[in-house]
């Protein structure tokens, strides 16, 4: 059964609130042109929180005000359950990752491969939208890693292409279209989110988009903290005496 995601709220905040205050990206420095794009799976790791922006008339007006309504950092990644928009408009939660027998949780399908029989019934049925706040990628060797954080020029909210499905153990499960990276992102990986605009949203949930490609203007990247990396407690304070 699916849950709605008002009743959802509580539970999220618990579960995946960092205890992180939402960090701003700063002191912004172009990728290395000259390094290799990382080629490993993309988008594990995305934001919710505070965003304003216009949404497609598909979109309830009652899901628009509980998107809005997100105000705190919130980091979701493969397993953690989040807010989806459904084909009828509304705001529901799903888990992020389908699951397969020696797989484990596959929170992205590649638009090429959305033909084949893991993904085909839900690309043909099961269309949502994930709303994201912004998201992350990693680039350089292992110890020297720098995060990269893309959010909408606008401060708006992303609304990626998803499928789901209704997994028997685990309830309602979405996966994220990936698809070929355009020129902003293709410096750091070479797949990016399949990032919709409002005049796609209809279209693609009505089953008649088939193809993405993403226009490097959409979005924006700048360097950020780690948002993996917890921040240490304040050492206790001594007696005064």
């Known amino acids: 059964m699916i849950q709605a995601y008002g ?3 509580a539970g999220l905040a618990i579960s995946m609130n960092y205890g992180m205050e939402r960090r701003r990206a700063h002191n912004f420095r172009s990728p290395n042109h000259h390094s290799k794009p990382n080629l490993s799976c993309m988008c594990n790791a995305y934001e919710l929180g505070k965003r304003g922006g216009s949404f497609s008339p598909k979109i309830k007006a009652s899901t ?3 998107l ?3 105000d705190s950092f919130r980091l979701i990644r493969r397993t ?3 807010p989806v928009i459904n084909s009828a408009g509304d705001l ?7 699951e397969r027998k020696g797989l484990g949780p596959i929170n992205n399908s590649r638009s090429d491969k959305l033909d084949s029989p893991m993904w085909k019934e839900s690309f043909e049925t099961r269309r949502c939208l994930i709303p994201v706040a912004a998201f992350y990628e990693w680039s350089g060797p292992k110890g020297q ?3 990269h954080r893309f959010t909408s020029p606008n401060d708006g909210w ?3 292409a998803g499928i789901w499905e209704d997994s028997e153990t685990l309830g309602p499960c979405f996966s994220m279209i990936t698809t070929q990276a355009n020129s902003t992102v293709g410096k750091i990986h070479h797949r990016m989110p399949a990032i919709l605009t ?3 949203v209809d279209a693609y949930l009505a089953g008649d988009l088939r193809s993405f490609t993403p226009a490097p203007e959409l979005l924006e990247v700048a360097d950020a903290p780690n948002p993996l990396v917890k921040k240490k407690p304040p050492p206790a304070q001594g007696e005064l005496f």
Do not use: H
């Open 92 to 98: 529901v939660t799903m888990r992020w990752g389908f």
């Open 68 to 70: 809005l309504s997100i």
């Open 7 to 9: 009743s959802y709220n």
């Open 158 to 160: 992303f609304l990626m």
């Open 198 to 200: 409002d005049a796609e």
């Open 145 to 147: 890693k720098r995060t």
């Open 64 to 66: 628009i005000r509980e």
């Open 80 to 82: 953690d359950k989040a």
